[in-house]
């Protein structure tokens, strides 16, 4: 005789300890309610390892990517230097969404505050985007959760192009400022932790805002007040969020990167749908 398999325990979307489906509460960390059906969705259960979070980031990158040089294939990429081999035309990451002053004040395409930062202007743009985020983001992950990790890197990233805006910056792309979030959350976590190891991180990552800080004066069209932006965000939310060390990632933590990565997948897909418009006619 073969035994049904009876679904009577779950593992607790906070805690992920195994516990009764009948529970009223998580005996782990108390979490009210653990089987209801909105603690329990694919998002709250499904994000377990650090590499989910930044392949997927990197795939959205590259897909945003490959669709802003197909809908405008009148690209002047062709000339071959290799600071615009492969570049999307201007119009079409304005159909995508780049923001800025223009975008913002006068189109009034508030969206693109969160479409920008997954839009790139060239070949080695991307790339030396997608290498600091494989170098940074496991760390961050490791430090504060996956889930504080996609609020730093959505919201650091629209704060530093809403920043840049008011700086008045015109037009701008670019997974930096989401990037520059994220050091600045690294930045609070080794101060505020401090030791040896906290210590070891603020040194490190304090190289990689130097660098970025002496990059951006030395070459022309960099966004700095993204980036400074960016990077005063990421302090700030690190403060607010707090990390792994003092507070372990609760349900709160998971709604906000659950309302994080609706805004960012709705936004994106307007921003395709746009594309395909501006493609058609
Ligand atoms: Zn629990």
Known sequence: MVNKPVRNSLLC???????SRSAQQCPYCNLKNPSSKIKNNFFTTSLSNSDQLVTTLISINVVLFTISILIDPKISSFQFSPFNFLSPSHQSLLVLGST????????????????ANYLHGGLLHILFNMLALRQLAPLVIQE???????????????????????????FTIGASAALCSLIGALLYYGKSRGGVYGQAIFSQIGGW????????????GINNWGHGGGMLAGVLLAFALGYQDRKKESMAHKFLAMCCATATLLVLCWSCFNGIIFMIL
């Not at 504060?144 to 015109?170: D, K, M, P, Q």
């Open 144 to 170: 504060f959760g996956t889930y504080r990790t996609i609020s730093i890197y959505t919201l650091g990233g629209v704060a530093g192009f809403l920043i840049s805006a008011l700086a008045g910056v015109g």
């Open 13 to 19: 979307p906070n805690c992920r300890k195994l516990i």
């Open 100 to 115: 800025g002053t223009i975008p913002l004040f006068h189109l009034e395409r508030w969206w693109s505050l969160l479409a």
């Open 209 to 220: 805002a130097l660098g970025i800080g002496i990059f951006g004066f030395l070459f022309p």
